[in-house]
Structures are given as structure tokens and as C-alpha cells.
């Protein structure tokens, strides 16, 4: 049986706090038993903490941290912001927080989350003896969902995933893409029993059947940017185009056929291609060229651009090329 147990009498944290004292301290811990404790106490004990002028706009100050912690802006909506941080998590603001943090003060994440959990981890040994894991959680929106819940940003001792890729089903079919976000799981699930304005950032999992994993990182939980779908949100199309164009000439792989059916196709329905204007593939290494053929430099220019779009919303880097006798579009990887 799994329980969940709530770590409750902690007090306020502060910077220098010894998390892993404190924690020991309040309740009791056994092997195998995954400590999950939540983002905002860590980065408080690790003085990740921002504290700001009387009269500061607060939301202004928020966004502003936000762009300077992240690598690059998923969703730019005036309600919204989301960006990647520099840890590869794509969250709202960049995961830094006014709420439950003191008058004037943002809370940011954790400088390295993995390593904040692996430094808790051992502390807990040197405190209890105990074999421990550690989670640290934070919580984010999801796409196509309404509702929040907390996920690992951190990992310690806990396999973050379960990979049942290769098993057989109940009927006896082969498991093809089945991997387990254990640690995500487990950190959703001990937010069951604690609220937000509780006080209760820490909750211990028992009876959770794993195998210790020292090895283990938050990491394998990202998504690689070959594989993401969906990499971009509304509003981000024309900064997505200004970087595809401004990447330098190194290319390595073309378009694919079928991605270039699929934009051809695409532009085709837009434009009326049929109506005077034409495409054509010049053969070749990387990258893939696409010459607009046909009467009207202007109108050229506006299907190139319109087919430019296509390929980097398909994720290529894509740029036109206009010369005197041609307008054209390179695209590739």
C-alpha cells in the first residue's frame, strides 16, 4: 500500500536554512521512502530569492526575470507567458512566484533543481540513515487542461521514468512508446494531500516499489527538441521566422519529401498556385531549394514568404533568397 504523509509543524524557511535538519527534525523516515518536497522552500533555504523596491510593479519586475532566466519565449499572450528556462522546463514566467513568499519578494527556481535534490538526499542519510529518494516539485499548467499539478523538477534516488517499451500488454501485444513519468506521478500525488496555503511543502511517499537509482535526473523527463510537437505557441511564428533566418548557413539535413508535399500543398490552397504561379524543387545536399516560378515579383515574394512560414511552423529553418532573377526559399536542419 502507498501512503502519502504530510510533513506538517516545518517553519518558515528562510536562506541558510539546513532543509535537510529541519526536515529529519519533524517527522520519521525509512528506506525506501520518497521525500517529495516542494521548489519554493529549497530556493528560499538556497537564498533564490529576489527582493524588490517599495513601489515595484511586481508583474513588470516578474516578466522582465522571466526573460533573463530563460533560453527562449514559447507564448507571449498579454495573460500568458511561457517560456524554456535555461533548465529545459517550459512553465509559465519562468516558474518564478509571488505567492507564499513574503510582501516585495519573488521566489526563483532553484539554480540546478537535480542537484538540490541530490544535496538533500544526503543530508537526510547523514540525519537518519535512511536510503531515501528525493523529489522536488514545482507546479505548472498543461496544455488542452484545465487545472494545475505539480511535477518533478528535481530528481534524487528516483527513477524518473518507468520504460515498459518492449513488454506485452494483457492481450499479448508489444508495448511501443509506454514510458512512466514516475517521479511526476509521485509528485501530483502528494499534492493530494496538502493545500497551497497549508504549510505543508514537504510530504513523504511510502510503499512506493523502485529500485534506488543514483544516477537519476529530472532530466530524462524533457522532452528532446527533435521530438516536440509542439515547440511554439500563439504569437511566436514571427520571431520563430527572424531565428530561422539568422542561424547562420551551416545545414545539415534537407526537407523531407512528404514535409515538402505537406507546405506545398499548403501554399498551394492559399495561394491558387495554379493561376500563373509555380514551384519548383531544385535537387540537391542541403539545403532544400524551392524556386517561385512565374510573372509578378511581388506576388513571388508573398508565396515565399507564405511557404517559409509553412516549413518553420513544420520545424525547419527556412529563409528566402531574392536575387534579381529569382525568388527563392532554403530550408533544412
Given amino acids: 500500500m502507498i501512503e502519502m504523509l504530510p510533513v506538517r509543524g516545518l517553519p518558515e524557511v528562510v536562506q541558510g536554512d539546513d532543509l535537510g535538519t529541519l526536515i ?39 516578466r522582465r526575470l522571466a526573460g533573463e532566466q530563460s533560453l527562449r519565449t514559447v507564448v507571449d499572450a498579454p495573460w500568458a507567458l511561457v517560456v524554456q528556462t535555461r533548465h529545459g522546463l517550459v512553465c509559465a514566467n519562468a516558474g518564478i512566484d509571488a505567492s507564499n513568499t513574503p510582501e516585495g519578494t519573488l521566489v ?4 540546478d ?12 542519510r547523514e540525519r537518519t540513515g535512511a536510503d531515501v529518494a528525493v523529489v522536488v516539485s514545482d507546479t505548472f ?17 528516483l527513477p524518473p521514468i518507468r520504460d515498459e517499451r518492449g513488454g506485452v500488454d494483457r492481450q499479448g501485444r508489444r508495448l511501443e512508446v509506454t514510458e512512466v513519468a514516475v517521479a511526476d506521478e509521485v509528485s501530483a500525488a502528494a499534492d493530494l494531500v496538502r493545500r497551497k496555503a497549508d504549510g505543508v511543502p514537504v510530504v513523504v511517499v511510502r510503499g512506493l516499489a523502485f529500485e ?3 544516477a537519476a535526473s529530472s532530466s530524462a523527463l524533457i522532452r528532446d ?18 531565428e530561422a533566418a539568422d542561424r547562420g548557413p551551416a545545414w545539415s ?25 509555380r514551384l519548383a524543387h531544385l535537387e540537391g545536399p542541403a539545403p532544400t531549394t524551392i524556386r517561385v516560378l512565374g510573372a509578378g515579383l511581388r506576388r513571388r515574394g508573398v508565396v515565399a514568404g507564405v511557404l517559409t512560414a509553412v516549413l518553420v511552423d513544420l520545424g525547419y529553418r527556412a529563409r528566402v533568397r531574392t536575387t534579381w532573377r529569382h525568388v527563392q526559399v532554403e530550408a533544412g536542419r
Fill in 141 to 157: 499548467g498543461r496544455p488542452w487542461r484545465t487545472g494545475q499539478t505539480d511535477v518533478a523538477i528535481g530528481v534524487a534516488g
Fill in 113 to 124: 533543481p537535480d542537484a538540490s535534490a541530490r544535496r538533500l538526499r544526503s543530508r537526510l
Fill in 253 to 277: 539535413q534537407p526537407v523531407t519529401r512528404s514535409d515538402l508535399d505537406r507546405a506545398v500543398a499548403a501554399v498551394d490552397t492559399w495561394s491558387g498556385l495554379p493561376r500563373g504561379l
Fill in 225 to 242: 527538441a527533435a521530438l516536440d510537437l509542439f515547440p511554439r505557441g500563439r504569437g511566436m511564428l514571427g520571431p520563430a521566422l527572424v
Fill in 212 to 214: 534506488i537509482d543514483d
Fill in 108 to 111: 526563483l527556481l532553484p539554480d
Fill in 24 to 62: 529529519a527534525e519533524a517527522t520519521e523516515l525509512r528506506d525506501g521512502d520518497v521525500v517529495v518536497v516542494a521548489q519554493k522552500i529549497v530556493s528560499k533555504a538556497e537564498g533564490a530569492v529576489v527582493r524588490l523596491p517599495p513601489g515595484t510593479d511586481v508583474a513588470a519586475t516578474r
